[in-house]
């Protein structure tokens, strides 16, 4: 793979790293005819601007919010087991004619974790939040026989995720609900933030606001998560303010600077069947959010 042409395609996706990250993630492979830029597509114009990568001898796409679900509505693209189940693809791959899509999202979470030195394996998982990254993350941990509960804002939401993905992986042990308490944090190993609240107009907004103060919140932080490891998947700002106050409470925290990175490297690797240095992949995420904020 010589020269060709990859990208990411949002809207909006001014914020999106993953050029610069896949940028250097080619650069130290030495594959510098590879360019990956970000393209600003309207869900409205997905598929004419699919077609015409395709055209233009494209190799592979990222596809992110809001056209992970969108794609599902054409029939361009081959999905694999797993983003059929997601009903979401993020990665594209042009090959032989063909449009294979995957989604990495849920194996990047679990990457991510790994990482970090946290082990899953039959460790109970919180999921907050029951929206696009709440099912691709949900559906891989079900899928590896973990016990997930699934949390939101609106109940109806979360159970009728857990619903579906007990119906999707045959795992019984996945239950939805809504915020409704500190009991939550508590009974679960590990917790994994995946909505927007920390970022942007949220900036402010930790998931504990929602829960009810029965003693002061500190104080219930760190009964329910001392030791334990939470994750939350934004990754700009580099620590929100759940993450924070999770932190302050002495859980070993993460944010989504990794998680952006594995799902990156995983697409690469479907593209070009190379692994990529997650190492300078990361390097390349953390000087871009540096120069930004
Ligand atoms: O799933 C990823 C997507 O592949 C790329 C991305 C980005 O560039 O911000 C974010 C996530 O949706």
Redesign the pocket.
Known sequence: MKKCKFG?F?FPIE????PVMHTAAFNALGMTGCEYKAYTVRPEELKEEIIKAQTEGFCGL????PL?EKIMETDLIEPDDFSKKAGAV??LHFKDGKIYGYN??GEGAFKTLEYAGCQTNGKKILIIGAGGAARSISLFFAEQGNSLKIINRTAEKAQRLADEIVEKTGNKNVSGGGLSGWNDFDRADIIIQTTALGMGELKEVSVFDELPATKPRTELISECLAGKTVFDIVYNPEETAFLREAREGGAKTINGVMM?VF??AL?FEIWTGKKPDVGVMKKAVLEALKERN
């Open positions: 990411v949002g914020h999106s790293l993953s990222n596809l992110t919010i992970k993020n990665t990495t999202d952006l799902q990156g697409s």
